[in-house]
């Protein structure tokens, strides 16, 4: 198949053709994301049981997609934008706390997003990983993202005299591995600690990179 099938156009039941469209896309993901988040999983999936689980037909399915990846890359890019739409309005909310509170907040909302829905950490870290070299990419590319705010982060917290001047690309990177590795596994229910802990936990680890041994605030 070269394209998808073209979808009818203009108003119909009170809705334009681009609502209807919209309304369709994300009822295949919410169908994706009990699917392929759940039971019986991305690579056991196939189209017909995605449009039935979402209530459509197979035609209207390559109406918005070309395959069943290109539905998993849609659901894996959502599932990272809640979680970043989380952080950054913690970020907003807490720009003028020390630096302790702020990461202490931000990490409580990515973390309380991520895990709300085991879904989610399904889809994240489990679900994406092997794939293709597409969504390889599409998979490194996002945890890109994720050190580039810890970057972001980093700078803003240096300026304010809060955080060791450095270079931080290659740290944030180890601990975006970890963060990731350490919610999978809360999640997975193979490491026994609360949520809050594991937060504390990712804090410690973050303030140590931000706040290496020999230096402090008052050094500077």
Not at 68 to 85: G, K, P, R, S
Not at 90 to 106: F, K, Y
Request: charge should be neutral.
């Amino acid at each position: 198949m070269t394209g998808r099938l073209r979808a009818p156009t203009g108003r119909y039941g009170g809705k334009s053709a681009a609502q209807r469209q919209a309304e369709r896309r994300r009822r295949f993901l919410d169908a994706a994301l009990q699917l392929f988040g759940d039971t019986p999983g991305y690579r056991a999936t196939t189209v017909a049981a995605l449009s039935d689980a979402a209530g459509l037909s197979t035609r209207q399915f390559y109406e918005e997609f070309r395959t069943l990846e290109d539905v998993l890359a849609a659901l894996h890019l959502q599932v990272n934008a809640w979680a970043e739409d989380a952080v950054r309005t913690a970020a907003e909310g807490t720009r003028d706390l020390p630096l302790p509170e702020r990461a202490a907040a931000i990490f409580r909302a990515y973390a309380a997003d991520v895990t709300a829905d085991p879904r989610r950490v399904r889809i994240t870290f489990v679900e994406i990983i092997g794939v293709s070299p597409r969504l390889e990419e599409q998979r490194l590319a996002r945890r890109a993202r994720w050190v580039d705010l810890i970057c972001a982060e980093a700078r803003s917290a240096t300026e304010r005299g809060e955080a060791a001047p450095r270079d931080y690309r290659l740290g944030a990177t180890a601990f975006i591995g970890g963060v990731n590795g350490l919610l999978h596994d809360y999640s997975a229910g193979w490491v026994d600690a609360t949520l809050d802990e594991v937060v504390e936990e990712l804090v410690r680890q973050l303030l140590a990179l931000l706040r290496p041994p020999g230096w402090s605030p008052a050094a500077r």
